[in-house]
């Protein structure tokens, strides 16, 4: 049999240590930077005087074949830079792990029932 790094194995109750960190979402680094470099590219292509033959819509999707990448590239780098110094201020806890264990069968105890509410009358 192959090991399984001990996923397997039977857990004990015995407190773990566990690593605690917050880790930035990768995925809104990557849209962010989508949106960034389509506003870029919108902006630059706007400061130049478009060519008559092509237009500016044609030239602004074709300058966004190249801006839109290079946004989500950068953000994308950012968004790894800010995980690794995520890790740098993690934390070391003990945890333990605690099993829920859900009833099957009604509750028989008049108290637990729900009761309607009752109102002062003022």
């Known amino acids: 049999m192959r ?58 999707a074709y300058f966004c074949l190249y801006g839109v990448p290079a946004g989500v590239a950068i953000f994308a780098v950012l968004g790894l830079v800010l995980d690794r110094a995520s890790r740098k201020r993690s934390r070391t806890v003990l945890v333990e ?3 829920v264990v859900e009833r099957t069968e009604p509750v028989e105890d008049p108290e637990l029932e729900a009761r ?6 003022d």
């Open 97 to 99: 792990h605690q099993r």
């Open 3 to 60: 090991d399984n790094g001990g996923v397997s194995e039977p857990q004990t109750d015995a407190p773990r240590e566990a690593s605690i960190r917050r880790a930035p979402r990768l995925g809104v680094f990557l849209v962010v930077g989508a949106v960034v470099g389509l506003l870029g590219t919108l902006i630059l292509t706007s400061l130049f005087r478009p060519d008559p033959n092509v237009g500016f819509a044609a030239s602004f």
């Open 116 to 121: 309607p509410l009752e109102r002062d009358a």
